[in-house]
């Protein structure tokens, strides 16, 4: 429908520059970058987290009003029972794994209970995409939540014209970021990020992708980007977004991104990686650690498990220079 509220869906496994992506498309005239839109009940309404403007979440001037205009302030959200439905979209409370819930999305036929469940969290999250939409005057909402049970959901909204850039990364890159630790930013007490041993990183990576060309094969306007292309020409893989969900831009639209470098913009991602904090010029460099990082079993067991898909990517196995910018 032509008055649909337009959001680009960043979807991947995570550890892949979603953060950078989002921020570098919501600096694009007509786009809104807004972070890991799913988290926004538990990270910016229960914990009161800060938004990417360094404000907290409940001082914001952006999201006070998009909570305005979307429910009439949020006092009138029950963050809980959102955050609760969530988990229920993603299986948080069975012992299934994530990827079963996935049919029940695409089907929600097959249980009248979890099709309620979807029907009612569809309903939040549709009305703060067109709150995000009337407070931005933007034309593009750029959600970088990138799980698959999100995306599967906000890909079957009534009123909202969903669109999938579907962000890959070496899985030998994904696993090497795995294993490290990362501290977390933006939060009062200190916490480590996940990590995954290899073998389970290549697995998750394998299901994930998967499950995303499903998406793409059922007719989901979809994009491709490779984190490695991005890292090494920003610009020119940003106009080719732009370009394939139905914005045209002008040389000066692109002035914030000068070859490897991108002065980020100042938005307001309510979740997401600690770069969502950073302001200034930021230089882009291509994450090639894991090439020494991980040990060579690490590597072959990667290789050994990703390979039915990986090639499609272009990620082969063995030679030291594999990244192209295909
Ligand atoms: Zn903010």
Redesign the pocket.
Known sequence: MADDVKVLLIAGTGQNGATLVCRTLGGLPGFVGVGELGLIWDQGLLEGRN?????P?AA????TAVGQEAFGGWSRVDAGRAKALRGRLLFRRLPIPHPFALPFILHPGMSSGFRRSLEEYGALMRRLYQGIAAVSGAEVIVDSMKVPGHVFAMSRLAGVDARLLHLVRDPRGVAFSNVKEVKREGVRSESYRVRRRPAKSALRWLWINQAFRVLAHGGMPTTILRYESFVAAPGVEVRRIAAGNGVALGEEDLAFVRGDEIDLPE??LVAGNRLRFQTGVLRLRSDEEWRQGLDPLQRRTVEALTAPLRSAYGYRSGSSRDVGNA
């Open positions: 938004c990417g403007c360094d404000s979440f914001c001037p952006f999201w938005d307001h």
